[in-house]
């Protein structure tokens, strides 16, 4: 690696408020009384991620070798994206598994890491920048040096997984990268948003040789998506664009001292960091995709260069619409059955059956079972219920290829199980699939289906409700045949609405019910008229109507009119409200955990504000007289949009950012590493 004197424009970060960071925390020596900033709350902070103390050399050297030895890269481009990462020991676990990014002609190799910002640079020919700074056409002449992709970068083909770009003078270069920090800046200004929240969003980012005309060259990481994000997080470190190659911090012993620096802003108290410190907290350590090899497709003449350009213009250009989360869970239903076919742990007819892509009368054929709510409970005992820990594993599998989960838990299982059951199911309205695909995974959530032994039988619907209320009058609330049916019925009365999600924000006297689908699914199997609606609902299911009311006896109830109205959502919840008696110790038997209740709540958060999403992008298929989008023509005032972004910035994401940290704190506590496993690991043991 080449390490040049720093150049007049380099900077090394620094606090912004004035001296040392312990002067900026403290009072003068006569006096031991700390500054408070208040907590990261109070200034809409989002709490800092840890930062890895730097690597040792050794380490980085590993990594380097590797990428050296296993994906051909010049041991300059090695070191320096080993030098980059912020765990060289976490990429060089991935090495043997790098993630698969297939694009036309090839597919693309990466490490999926956290990258220091201090060794990244901009793109110099980004599309936004270069776009948007003249062409020396339109100078009459000595034009300000401009690079040109076509003419400057190209591809070694002994390099498979790196670039070469053409940068005449190192003068030339720090130019051309002031002039694109300078767009970024102006068109997408992002060092606020980061300096509160850090980086969501990876970059993509890549090794370059760059070669001058004195015939040196310097090795360097390059953000070929992600360069308004980088761009942001290196002001707030307080860095110049060229500064990673060019500047001190090009040395990686000064890179390292600052981010041992910053590692240990976030070990103190939050009322003793100042907001510059948070920033900079926030912005050394970003999330990349870093690719370090390609492969062509057979007979594939298309290179790195191409494909890393078609790559980044769809991620602008033609951006993909984000899968809703019953999408997420289709997908991941049919990699759970694959895994389970390949294991031979379900033959090919039960995986098609599983799958949907058996239509009733063929089932019959093969011995299956034919009506809809008995291949629910098929299914949903099969995943319960596992025969074996191979079946298990697989799910497991399954679950993870997509989730990345490392354990294949209820609160992941139930959205999975929900999609291959509601494919039995013939949708006339979007609206009620979409109700129906929320509500079914709450209504699995019901611990006793876990909890208790049961199975799927070949009795009639009226032999199971004698059985189910002689269990009853036994006192056995959540005998077999009661939880068979339970799973039966709430097919139906899920499919045709009958039993809906939990219903915020009512108003008038009325107390709220907030009780999720599966708490009220569970009283309806502690009395007999609960019993006889999930009966009731499988009779009228199987027969092609909704679900009709009836009375505790099992007749059909009829309103004043004397007509018999269906049942809904309010008649279920209000018919079947939980009876708690004061002082009573067992009022929870049965009905989910408080844990649990959180997992299912925080999950409809989420699809709140998918629907949210799609709701907005929904707004282009408003069309006016021209069959184009009304919206393009009249646009929305901005008073709207700035009312719209208050109340999710501060009704929404402000008030869960805290939570996020409690989770990150306990992830650590119980884990040594960040991640959603560890801490609802620990949730799970504490329930």
């Known amino acids: 690696m080449l390490f040049l004197r720093p150049s007049p424009r380099a900077t090394v970060a620094r606090s912004t408020e004035g001296g040392s960071t312990e ?15 208040g907590t990261f709350e109070e ?30 890269h010049t041991p300059e481009a090695a070191r320096t994206i080993a030098e980059a990462v912020e765990d060289p020991r976490v990429a060089r676990e991935q090495l ?13 190799y990466t490490l999926d890491v956290r990258v220091n910002a201090l060794r990244v640079l901009i793109d110099p020919v980004n599309p936004r920048t270069v776009g948007s700074i003249d062409y020396p056409a339109a100078a009459s002449a000595d034009a300000r040096s401009k690079y ?15 670039l070469v770009f053409e940068a005449s003078t190192q003068e030339a270069l720090a130019d051309a990268l002031d002039d694109a920090k300078g767009v970024l800046r102006g068109q997408n200004a992002l060092d606020e948003s980061i300096a509160l929240n850090g980086v969501f969003f990876p970059l993509t980012i890549m090794p370059w040789r760059i070669a001058f005309d004195d015939g040196s060259e310097i090795a360097a990481l390059v953000a070929r998506d992600g360069s308004s994000r980088l761009n942001g997080a290196q002001e707030n470190l307080g860095i110049g664009p060229s500064d990673p190659i060019l500047g001190a911090i090009a ?23 100042s907001s510059p410190d948070a920033a900079r907290a926030h912005s050394v350590m970003v999330p990349a995709r870093v690719i370090v090899s390609y492969e062509p497709d057979p007979g594939s003449d298309t290179d790195l260069l191409d494909v890393v350009d078609e790559f980044v213009a769809l991620l602008h250009l033609d951006p993909p619409t984000p899968w809703t989360p019953p999408a997420e869970s289709h997908k991941r239903a049919d990699i759970v059955i694959e895994a389970l076919k390949r294991e031979a742990l379900l033959s090919p007819a039960r995986a098609e059956y599983f799958a949907g892509m058996m239509d009733q009368k063929t089932a019959g054929e093969k011995n299956l079972a034919m009506y809809p709510d008995e291949r629910a409970a098929i299914i949903l005992h099969f995943f319960v219920k596992g025969p074996s820990s191979k079946v298990r594993e697989a799910i497991a599998r399954g679950i993870r290829q997509l989730t990345g989960k490392g354990q294949a838990r209820k609160e992941y299982k139930t959205p999975i199980i929900a999609s291959l059951v509601l494919r039995g199911a013939h949708w006339t309205s979007p609206n009620r699939r979409k109700s129906a695909e929320s509500t079914l995974p709450r209504a699995y959530m019901m611990s006793a289906l876990w909890e208790h032994e049961w199975r799927p039988t070949k009795r009639t619907n009226d032999e199971i409700l004698e059985v189910v209320l002689n269990n009853l009058d036994e006192g ?61 609902a499988i009779k009228d299911g199987r027969a092609g109507r909704p679900p009709r009311r009836i009375d505790e006896k099992g007749d059909l109830q009829t309103s004043g009119s004397g007509k018999v109205e269906a049942m809904d959502n309010a008649w279920l919840r209000t018919t079947f409200r939980t009876q708690t008696k004061k002082g009573s110790s067992g009022a929870r038997t049965n ?31 408003i069309l006016g007289d021209d069959e184009m989008p009304i919206v393009n023509e009249v646009g929305i005032p901005m008073a709207t949009l700035q009312s719209i972004e208050e109340e999710f910035r501060f009704g929404v994401m402000g008030p869960l950012w805290p939570y996020g940290g409690i989770h990150q704190s306990r992830g650590h506590a119980n884990s040594g590493a960040p991640g959603e496993d560890a801490y609802e690991a620990a949730v799970m043991a504490e329930s």
């Open 148 to 162: 040109w992709a076509p003419r400057d970068l190209s591809v070694d083909e002994d390099t498979p997984g790196e």
């Open 43 to 72: 200034r809409g902070i989002r709490p800092i991620q840890p930062v890895t103390s730097p690597p040792k050399t050794s380490t980085v050297a590993r990594l380097a070798e590797r990428l050296e030895k296993e994906y051909d």
């Open 476 to 536: 056995k609330p959540f005998s077999p045949s009661i939880l068979e049916l339970a799973v039966r019925g709430s097919y139906w009365l899920v499919v045709h609405g009958a039993l809906g999600r939990e219903s915020f924000g009512q108003s008038g006297d009325e107390e709220k019910d907030n009780r999720p689908p599966a708490a009220v699914l569970a009283e309806l199997c502690r009395t007999g008229h609960g019993l006889r609606v999930l009966h009731r």
């Open 23 to 37: 002067r900026n925390n403290r009072m003068s020596p006569t006096t031991t009384k700390k500054i408070g900033h």
């Open 251 to 273: 040395d990686p012993r000064r890179s390292r001292a600052v981010v041992g620096e910053i590692a240990s802003i976030g070990e103190r108290a939050q009322e003793e960091i």
């Open 96 to 108: 043997g598994r790098l993630s698969r990014v297939p694009v036309r002609g090839g597919t693309l």
């Open 591 to 621: 009905r989910i955990s408080p844990q649990e209740e959180l997992a299912s709540e925080v999950r409809g958060i989420r699809e709140d504000v998918a629907d949210l999403a799609a709701r907005v992008d929904g707004l282009r298929s």
